[in-house]
């Protein structure tokens, strides 16, 4: 087998014509260019140069210079996508995530972190707390950003903020002219339109409004309209109702349970990507700054280092 460092020391000899430049270029001296050259004639068999001066191949030198130029380029190239996946520069990125991250937070982060990765392949998933946890632990998605389920699964939690509940309504509706944060004792006596914010609410009175409901949906864009329609109303964190359509309003909840804490979750067991490992510190170090334009409460578990 032929080594990749004597084929090397020849290319550059023959490119240069002088032992002298090729050997500054390779940071060797003559000598040692020289002994090379000669190893490399000596497992061929044959003579590359026609003469001492190396200033002209033979057949079998024409031949050897072609095919190394060939390979010593296609060994860069690959050693060079190996070192880019190897420190993150490169690869491919899943990430799964609750809808109102995906369209309000990750855009910005995403931007920033892709201007440093520019060679990453990144793929966003949005859907519901379950569905990313489930794609977590499938291994379909190497990072999401979710609520984070207390049992059953192998996933690790690292702690990102909460975000408090609200309650979205038709304009007009007795539930919209109360005066101050509603609890959930409030919500008693109204048709609730379930979804699967609520079902992961550990707190007594949301399971007696679940079981009382007759309604549910799992589309934040389905609720809406269902509520719009007058058919009740849902509960959804605050970022999912930025964008409220014409006619709803959505009011802050108080007391226990009234806060979604949304976390980063990764594969328990799984070692991550390079270019997962440096998303997941990016987004913890860099999560602050953009939920501050939210008035969002950091968790005092926040981890805010890699």
């Given at each position: 087998?032929l080594?990749?460092?004597?084929?090397?020391?020849?290319?550059t000899?023959?490119?240069h014509g002088?032992?002298?430049?090729?050997?500054e270029?390779?940071?060797r001296?003559q000598?040692?260019?020289?002994?090379?050259?000669?190893?490399?004639e000596?497992q061929l068999?044959?003579?590359?140069f026609e003469t001492?001066?190396?200033t002209?191949?033979?057949d079998?030198g024409?031949?050897?210079?072609d095919?190394?130029?060939?390979l010593l380029?296609?060994?860069?190239?690959?050693?060079n996508?190996i070192m880019?996946?190897?420190r993150?520069?490169?690869?491919?990125l899943?990430?799964?995530?609750v809808?109102s991250?995906?369209?309000?937070i990750?855009?910005?982060?995403?931007?920033?972190f892709?201007k440093?990765?520019?060679?990453?392949e990144?793929?966003?998933?949005?859907?519901?707390?379950?569905?990313?946890r489930?794609?977590?632990?499938q291994?379909d998605?190497?990072?999401?950003i979710?609520?984070?389920a207390k049992?059953?699964q192998s996933?690790?939690k690292?702690p990102l903020?909460?975000?408090?509940?609200?309650?979205?309504?038709?304009?007009?509706?007795?539930?919209?002219?109360?005066s101050?944060?509603l609890c959930?004792?409030d919500?008693e006596?109204?048709?609730?339109?379930?979804?699967?914010?609520?079902?992961?609410?550990d707190?007594?009175?949301?399971?007696?409004?679940?079981?009382?409901?007759?309604l549910?949906?799992?589309?934040?864009s389905s609720?809406f309209?269902?509520?719009?329609?007058?058919?009740?109303?849902?509960?959804?964190p605050?970022?999912?109702?930025?964008q409220?359509?014409?006619?709803?309003?959505?009011?802050?909840?108080?007391g226990?349970?009234?806060?979604?804490?949304?976390?980063?979750?990764?594969?328990n067991?799984r070692?991550?990507?390079p270019?997962?490992l440096?998303?997941?510190?990016f987004?913890?170090?860099?999560?602050?700054?953009?939920i501050?334009?939210?008035?969002?409460?950091?968790?005092h578990?926040?981890?805010g280092?890699?």
């Open positions: 087998m080594k990749l460092d004597l084929l090397r020391a020849f290319a000899v023959t490119r002088r032992l002298k430049d090729a050997g270029e390779l940071g001296t000598s040692a260019l020289s002994m090379s050259l000669a190893q490399l000596d068999g044959g003579k590359l001492d001066r190396k002209e191949l033979t079998l024409l031949y050897v210079r095919l190394s130029d060939e380029r296609e060994n860069d190239r690959i050693q996508l880019d996946y190897a993150g520069h490169s690869g491919r899943r990430i799964a995530s809808p991250i995906a369209a309000l990750l855009p910005t982060l995403l931007r920033d892709m440093i990765h520019h060679a990453a990144v793929e966003l998933t949005d859907s519901d707390s379950a569905s990313v489930s794609m977590v632990d291994g998605a190497d990072i999401g979710a609520g984070a049992t059953g996933l690790r690292e903020f909460e975000d408090r509940l609200h309650v979205v309504c038709q304009v007009g509706v007795p539930l919209a002219i109360s101050g944060h959930w004792q919500l006596g109204n048709q609730l339109i379930a979804n699967e914010t609520l079902a992961a609410i707190v007594p009175a949301t399971k007696s409004l679940l079981a009382q409901s007759s549910s949906a799992r589309n934040v609720l309209a269902m509520v719009q329609n007058g058919l009740g109303y849902t509960v959804l605050g970022l999912a109702t930025r409220l359509s014409e006619g709803l309003i959505a009011m802050p909840m108080n226990p349970g009234c806060n979604r804490e949304i976390s980063l979750l990764t594969r067991g070692t991550l990507s270019l997962a440096d998303f997941r510190s987004l913890l170090r860099n999560i602050p700054r953009v501050s334009q939210y008035q969002l409460t950091l968790t578990l926040h981890a280092q890699p």
